[in-house]
């Protein structure tokens, strides 16, 4: 029998080697939590779901329950989303929103569902001069204010007051312009009291718009002394797509 060099049976061995521990990998299930290099790719409608060891959803990324795609996150006790981009309302509009510790109630920041550009939440107030007395049958300006306009609305709360007999009215000029109606007081009263919604033309004012707001009022009918209480100025979110326009 011929002789076998050692070398080559050495290197039939390495082989035999190679060759069981390719056959042992090939039966080895990959691991999946580790991705090198490469990017992941959640389609066809699918989702990635994220859950606490209590069950309670931490994050959700992808198609909602209705349909939309967005993303949520919630806080690992249970108690509501935090964060929100879309969600399931159709007229959401794929807003952004923040929600308080407690559960999931209204928004504490987001953006305006109806007009695009604008803030939603939180309600920023004009800050208001104390109330003023006016005599005068000829418009006077009895609060200034300035504002950078973030909200599609404006909430205007305001108290007219005079004697019996005396009548008066103010309205609201910003940045020169009329904007809302002229709320007058009767001279069969002493007070009128108004809460109003006005909403802002975006062609007049976008977003981050510097301008004054003006209340002027004058007295229409006898001779007391009239007063005027804005009691704040609001900036709001839309509650509906007319208000967007």
């Known amino acids: 029998m011929a002789a076998i060099p050692l070398d080559l049976l050495d290197r039939i061995r390495a082989l035999e080697r190679q060759v069981?521990?390719?056959?042992?990998?090939?039966?080895?299930?990959?691991?999946?939590?580790?991705?090198n290099h490469g990017a992941v790719r959640i389609g066809e409608g699918g989702s990635l779901d994220v859950?606490?060891?209590?069950?309670?959803?931490?994050?959700g990324v992808g198609q909602f329950g209705t349909g939309r795609y967005g993303v949520s996150a919630a806080r690992e006790d249970g108690t509501g989303v935090a964060l929100e981009i879309g969600g399931n309302a159709d007229t959401s509009a794929q807003m952004i929103r923040l929600f308080a510790r407690g559960g999931y109630q209204s928004p504490i920041v987001m953006d305006d569902a109806h007009a695009d550009g604008y803030l939603g939440r939180p309600w920023i107030p004009i800050p208001c001069a104390p109330y003023v007395d006016f005599t005068s049958g000829d418009e006077v300006a009895v609060f200034s204010g300035q504002m950078l306009t973030q909200h599609k609305v404006l909430r205007v709360n305001l108290q007219l007051s005079g004697p019996i007999g005396t009548a008066a009215e103010v309205l609201m000029r910003i940045g020169g312009t009329q904007y809302g109606p002229?709320?007058?007081?009767?001279?069969?009263?002493?007070?009128?009291?108004?809460?109003?919604?006005?909403?802002?033309?975006?062609?007049?004012f976008p977003y981050g718009t510097d301008v004054s707001v003006v209340m002027w009022a004058r007295r229409t009918a006898g001779a007391g002394t009239c007063a005027l209480r804005?009691?704040?100025?609001?900036?709001?979110?839309?509650?509906?797509?007319n208000e967007a326009t």
């Not at 069981?20 to 991705?35: D, F, S, T, V, Y």
């Not at 009767?186 to 909403?199: F, G, Q, W």
């Not at 804005?230 to 979110?237: A, D, K, T």
């Open 20 to 35: 069981r521990e390719l056959a042992g990998r090939a039966h080895m299930r990959p691991a999946l939590n580790q991705i």
């Open 182 to 204: 002229t709320w007058t007081l009767s001279s069969t009263a002493r007070t009128r009291d108004v809460n109003e919604r006005i909403v802002l033309p975006a062609v007049d």
């Open 230 to 241: 804005v009691r704040g100025i609001w900036g709001l979110n839309t509650i509906n797509a």
């Open 51 to 59: 859950r606490s060891p209590n069950g309670a959803q931490v994050l």
